[in-house]
Structures are given as C-alpha cells and as structure tokens.
C-alpha cells in the first residue's frame, strides 16, 4: 500500500487533496444542527443521479408513452416504485435541505466578506436548481406537470418585444408538446445536471479557499498554535466525517420515512391532478406549483393593479421626500431619480408584468445578501435586536407565501399575499439600516 | 445545539402564522362524502372488490397500467381462478387489463370513453368513490335515466344496479348551501343517507343496503391497491428500513461520541 500510495503520488495529488481537504483541512469544532444541511444536499444529489439514471433506463420521453411508462415503472419494474419515489421525493428533500442550509448561511453571516463567492455561486446552484426541478416535473407528463409547464413558460410573454418569441422558442411549439418533453428531458438528465455539479465543485473551492464559518461568526484562522493549526480548528476527518453520517441517518430516517409511508405527502408531494395524463383540453381548477415554488408563485400572483396603485404612490412620495433628507446632494439626485423612475414604471406597466419582475427581483435580491449586510458581527448570536426581528418576520412572511402560493386566491389571501410581498422585500431594501441599529454583544476571541 | 433567541422567537410565531391563513381556506370544496376506511391488509377484501371489478367495470373501464398476474400474485388468487373466473378478454395472465369494450363504441354509446381506472383512486381518493359508488339514483330528465349525487350529470349508467337496486333523490341534509329547495333536516326511517343526499329504496337489489355498503368498501380497497400496488411492498419492507437505519443510527451516534471524546 505505501508503495503505491507513493508511486501514485508522484504522478497524481492523491495524498496532497485527501490532506487539504480531509485530513488536514481545519474546521471550527463548534458547529451545530445548522452545519448539516451542506453534506446532505450533496448526498441528495448524489441521490438524486444515481436514481435519475435508473429512471431514464426505463423512461421514454414521448408524448403518447410518457406517462404510461412512468406507471410501467411504478409496477413492471423490479424496485422500480421505490426509485421512482427516491428521485420524486428526493425533489422536495432537496429543496427543505437546501432553504435550510440557506437560511443558516443568513443568521450566522456565513456570506460575509470573505465568503461572497461562496454565497453568490450557491444562489445561483439555487436558481440552477430550480431550473432542473420545473423541467422534470413536467416529464411524467401528468396534467398538473403539463399545466404547470404551460403557465410558468407564459410568463416570458411579458417581456416587452421579444418575449412571446422567447417563450416559443423555450417551448419549441406554440404551446407545450412532444418538442417541449424532449428538450426538457435532455436539459434535466444531462445539460442541467452537468452545470449542478461543476458549480456544486465551485462552491466547494470557493469555501475551502477560505474555510468555513461558525456560529459563533468569528475566524478561527485567526488564532493559530505554533503549527499553524488554528486553535480552535478540528480535522474534518475524522472528525465531522463520523459526525455528519449521524446527520445523514437521521435525514434518512425521515426521508425514507416518508418514501416508505407517506408518498404522497397530502398531496403536496405527488399532487392528485398528476395522477392523470396531461390533457390540453382540460384544466385542473387550481393550477398550484411545486411547494418549493409557491412563495415566488405567490409574490407573481400578489401584483395586481390596486398593489400598483399603492406601491406608485408610496414611491412616488419617497421621491419627493428625498430633497428633504439630510445627505450628500449627489445622493439625493440618485435617490430622487432612482424612485421617480420606479414610480412612473409602477404606473406605466401593467400587473402581469410586475409580478413576473418581481418574482425575478425576489430571487436576485438573495444574490445581494453579502453587501446589504452591514452590521458589524456576523452571528445573529452577537446581533442586535433589530437584525433578530427582521429575520423572524422574513421567515414567517416567507413561510406565508409559500402557504398562500398553494391555495386559490381570495381577497383576504391577495392582501396578506402583498402585505408579506412588501414584507420580504422590505427585509433586503432595508437591511443596510436595521443590521446598523441597536447594540451588538461583544464577540468573543475564541469559539464558544 | 445551542438554538439562539430569535429561533425560538420564531418557534413562538409560527403558530400564529398557522391561525391566520386558515381562516380564508375553507369554501373551496363543498361537497359532502363519507368517509370509508379501507386496509390493504384485508386480502378477503381485496379479492372481493377485484371480483367486483373485473365483473362490473371492466367490461367498460380499462385498468390499462396493470397486469392480471400482478393482480393474482398480490392477492392470493389462484391463476386458475385468475383465468377462467376473471379473465374475459385475453388468456395470457400477462397481459393488461384492458375493457372488452371499444373505445370508439363508448364513445358513441356514452358521449365520452369511460375514464381508465388504474389511479382513479389517487386522482379522485377513497372517500369520493365510496360516495359517488352509493350515490346513483333514479333520474328520468338524464338520457340514460340515472343520475349521481356526487358528480352530476355523470355520463355512466349505474353499473352496479342488480346489487343494490334503485333509489330515488328524496334531497339533501342541510348544510348552509342556499336555494337547496328539497333540504330535510335528516333521513326519515327507510331512508339512505350517502354524502348529504337522502335516497329511498324503490327497487332491491340482491344486496341489502348493508351489504351493497360493505361491497362498495371491498370495492374502493381494490381501487386503492390498484393505483398503487407497490403499496404493499412499502408497508412489507417499510419496518425493516426503519429499523436498520435507527440500528444504524446508534451505532453512528456511538462512533461519533468515541471520535470526539478528545474535542473540548
């Protein structure tokens, strides 16, 4: 063994980046329930390939076969329900992993400078991630995955001039067909997944180069022993290796959980309206996205033109403020120019294209995250109170959303849809003041 | 695990977030359908509502995802039994369950073709096709001269009629829905409740209404076995899934401790 292990290293790093990543790569000894939810979104993609490989030997992307060979997987092939339901419920399980791991990266400032990168290439495996799961939601080809497919493609119509070209040109037809399956099949077993992994390779560099954050916030390179092993700092292996496959049992013991009894997931899992093959002449009566969608769902629904009127005029009143507030004159110019252009906008388009615009805004503000943070600690341990409610009230909006986006719409639903709409955005547009109001606790030196 | 203030902050809130939406949910469906509780255990059960099928609906509906020898294999049915009580359409237990009757036929005799039944019970669910199963009635404005409580104006004829007879549409049991003319308060003696409509017995069949009851039950087992018959497989290996992963759960939980006894 050591004989090989030195030819190998002459010609291949084997030992170098099993040492710079495993063995000898320095973790703050401190992480908590939070810092699962990274490894297990690799097992999930893991997961997610392996039983997407499986699938494809069995699937056929036809129109007229589609659905039929779904069901034919679900019965003629050996084990082949339990990968079908692996790889569908997989799809959620990656999603609550990934919101999770995400909202952990929020409260303990995990993209603050120096981790920018970390977070922004992660925003976009979000949005990558999106992408791959609406395309293979429509490849069972039941009627929710068709109507689904067909309303969120009609959103690009919106775009002034290019967009009715724009969504044809997604679909390869005039609406969703046999052309639209067979592109969407080939992005989601093979373009989207190949983007998925070099990315999820990108953050994984990225976050080694600087290492991983704590809840504690602070650096623990900052603190080294004469080895120049930070103090504070543990082996990933073997250390969070055994750690991590308890999280990793615990995950799957709810996850199979749920695949073994509770496939169906009340029918936010495999919605019923699937269970029947898509059928371009009849409409299920609530069109309803993917869980995972339904709090952007729900922002695109919360635009109509009484919320126009409403957010116009708020606007417009900011701009005139502006003169009015004690700054620089070139701020104000920038301020007053900047809502007066947000007003007219407000005024001159309609609702169908503001709520596609801010649906899209709601997920480039994530991207933003690291620079409209300015408080002066990182975790929401050593924070001010401010920081504290405004993450709460983020979530509660958020987690309302994502309820409203699954139901019909009501009056009463529309307006507590655009008042938890103002509510996230709020959290962002006004993150640069609250995360600089109130007292922070002191940061202490070494990990609590 | 150290949870910070704002998380049980949040915690505290969450319930509050749960009251408030709720209020506005309600209204979307109101249609009234009695529960049915079916086991996929009950394999006598799921005989008899596979002999009910094959009798009564397939000569119409197709099962078309599923094959005979699945069907025997699961339920303890001879391929004997399979083959000359049950099979009217093919010889080969491999085969699909297809209808004897034409699709082109249907559609001429019936305005529609009869919906395949595979996952009619993932699509539609138990409660509605217990309901909807006991709810046909007498109706000499509908072309074929039956109607149904549940879904009205259904395109099928009551296939079932020579088990449970005919009844008539006495009305409905209130329950706040505004111009429902013929409500009554509840069922007088002699009476059927099904859902919310009340129904009369005119005709018997050769089930009494308990009966016909019990076989409507056996009947939406086998549906629900039939949209999903890796369900039994699930509930079979489901334990022992479980209770490898809490054995595995123990012994990672273990190793982990013993690992980090030297971290401070």
Redesign the interface.
Known sequence: MGNFMEWLDRRFPATQVWNDHMAKYWTPKNFNFWYYFGVLSIVILVLQIVTGIFLTMHYKPDVTLAFASVEYIMRDVPWGWLIRYLHAIGASAFFVVIYLHMFRGLIYGSSREPRELVWLIGCVIYVALMAESFMGYLLPWGNMSYWGAQVIISLFDVIPYVGPALSEWIRGDFVVSDATLNRFFAFHVIAVPLILCVLVFLHIVALHKVGSLNPDGIEIKENKDKGGIPLDGIAFHPYYTVKDTVGVVVFFIIYLGVVFYWPEGGGVLLEKDNFTPANSLQTPPDIVPLWYFTPFYSILRASTADFLVVLGSLTAIAAIATPFIKTKRSNKIAAFVGYGVIAICLFIFDAKWWGVVMMAMAIVVMFLLPWLDKSPVKSIRYRSLPFKIAVTIFVLAFISLGYLGMHPVSALSTIQAQTCTVLYFAFFALMPFYTTWGKTKPVPERLT | ??L????K??LV??P??AV??N???AG?ESLVLDSVHIDSRDTESLQRGAELFVTYCLSCHSA????YE?LANDLDISLEKLSQEMMFTTDKPGDLMIAAMPEEDAKEWFGVAP?DL??VS????NDWLYTYLRGFYLDEASPNGWNNSVFENAAMPHALYELQGSQTLVGHIEHGVEGAGDAQAEPQQGQKLVGDAIFELQKAGTLSPTEFDTAMRDLVNFLSYL????QL???A??PW??GW??I??VV??L??KE??RD?H
């Not at chain 2, 993932?122 to 669910?125: C, D, G, I, V």
């Open positions: 695990m150290k910070s203030n704002s998380i902050a949040l809130a969450l509050i977030l408030a939406p209020t506005f949910a979307a078309q995802y599923m094959r699945r919906p595979t996952l993932r699509l539609r669910k949209a999903e018959p890796a497989q699930r509930r290996i489901g899934v479980m992963l809490v595995l759960f990672s939980y190793l982990k690992y980090w971290v």
